[in-house]
């Protein structure tokens, strides 16, 4: 297992599923697969995270205990999927190109 330093999970970090498990969500579980992005939502007292992944079917938040932290990476900005950072720059040369032209 791969150590990692539990504090980088705090509300409103991103995180990447490195390899699919299960979540701990009492009802209604889904299987996290990898390449799945979430975002922190909370941290209880117990340490456990409750992460919103952006399924294809939409937003869906699952709680995700402590020791299945190992599963997930925390994203910085630099890990950033290329595809995301494309789409932000075509929508941005699309609404230069758009107002170049006077629409």
């Excluded at 799945?36 to 909370?42: A, D, M, N, Q």
């Excluded at 079917?57 to 932290?69: A, C, E, H, L, T």
């Amino acid at each position: 297992k791969r150590r990692l330093d539990a504090d980088k999970f705090v509300d409103g970090v991103q995180v990447v599923v490195l390899e699919p498990f299960m979540s701990n969500q009492k009802n209604n579980r889904n299987e996290l697969h990898a390449g799945l992005i979430g975002s922190v939502v909370k941290i209880d007292e117990d340490g456990d995270g409750q992460i919103a992944f952006q399924f294809e079917s939409g937003i869906v938040k699952q709680w995700v205990f402590r020791y299945n932290f190992h599963k997930l990476k925390v994203q910085t900005t630099t890990d950033e999927p290329a595809t995301k950072r494309q789409r932000s720059n075509s929508w941005f040369m699309c609404g230069r190109r758009a107002a170049a032209s006077g629409a």
